[in-house]
């Protein structure tokens, strides 16, 4: 820090220093660039790494090529290369390459190469994630997991998973699923599950599934079930089934009991379906 005396350019507001280091004090705490790479804003910040920067109460950027913004944003993640934009995003973090934007978003994650976008998306998370939307992905601990939508893979369990749609796989228990719908292969127990469709496979119990309609599969407890229509294989307990169904009626359906095919109905029936 320079000698020379401060430069007032304000009522509440000094500059001192060289060229490589500054210090602006108002009555609200201490502004300051700290050499021509490194710029902090904000009381009670950590040190900074090579070319970060920090801006807000109690934040931190203490790796290199940092940034972190908000009220104790970055605050305790000592990796490099990460952002950290709203309050407490980032903090206790511990990870490289992290993007974390909004209120929360990455507290306490330990993932390297995290993305997280909304109101608390991947807090705790442990393992890979991408995830957008309020909550998404929070306490999650499934690898190579992605979610996107309000509270989408919240408290999932399960390795390389996608969801999308509000509610999407929360509190998913298994790994290779997808989802997309609201509450769709939420409560799910089982792997290897496409379920597509609003509760699509919610609370299913079988994995090697998949399901497409509004509440197709919802309830499910048995495996390889192909179930397709809204509604269709609800409550379903035959395993390996195949079953289209069409304005509440199942129309086609094969099980491994009924060893053939069945059309339901009529041939004139099944068409005026």
């Not at 007032?8 to 001192?16: A, F, N």
């Not at 804003?41 to 040190?47: C, E, L, P, T, V």
């Not at 104790?72 to 993007?99: K, M, P, T, W």
């Not at 379903?236 to 095919?261: A, G, M, P, Q, T």
Request: glycine share 14%; charged share 25%.
């Amino acid at each position: 820090m320079s000698d020379t005396q401060p430069t007032k350019i304000h009522d509440d507001l000094e500059v001192e220093g060289d060229t490589t280091t500054k210090s602006i004090t108002t009555d609200e705490g201490e502004y300051r660039v700290e050499e021509e790479s490194q710029i902090s804003i904000g009381r009670s910040h950590g040190d900074l790494g090579d070319n970060s920067i920090a801006i807000g109460v109690g934040s931190e950027a203490r790796g290199s090529d940092s940034v972190s913004i908000g009220d104790r944003a970055g605050l305790g993640n000592e990796d490099e290369r990460n952002v950290h934009i709203g309050r407490y995003a980032g903090q206790d973090s511990d990870g490289r390459f992290q993007v974390g934007i909004g209120q929360d978003a990455l507290r306490e994650c330990t993932v390297d190469d995290a993305t997280a976008v909304g109101r608390g998306a991947a807090v705790n998370s442990t393992d890979g994630t991408t995830a957008f939307g309020s909550r998404a992905l929070r306490n999650n601990t499934g690898a190579a997991s992605v979610a996107v939508g309000s509270q989408a893979g919240e408290d999932n369990d399960g390795r390389w998973a996608t969801f999308v749609g509000e509610r999407a796989g929360r509190n998913n228990g298994s790994s290779r699923n997808t989802a997309v719908g609201f509450w769709a292969l939420s409560e799910n127990d089982s792997g290897n599950t496409t379920a597509v469709g609003h509760d699509a496979g919610k609370d299913n119990t079988g994995g090697s599934s998949v399901f497409i309609g509004v509440g197709a599969g919802e309830g499910n407890t048995e495996s390889d079930v192909i179930a397709l229509g809204n509604g269709a294989a609800q409550e379903n307990d035959e395993r390996r089934i195949f079953v289209i169904r069409i304005n509440d009626r199942d129309v086609i359906k094969y099980s491994e009991d009924d060893e053939e095919l069945q059309v339901v109905g009529t041939v004139e029936e099944v068409e005026e379906i």
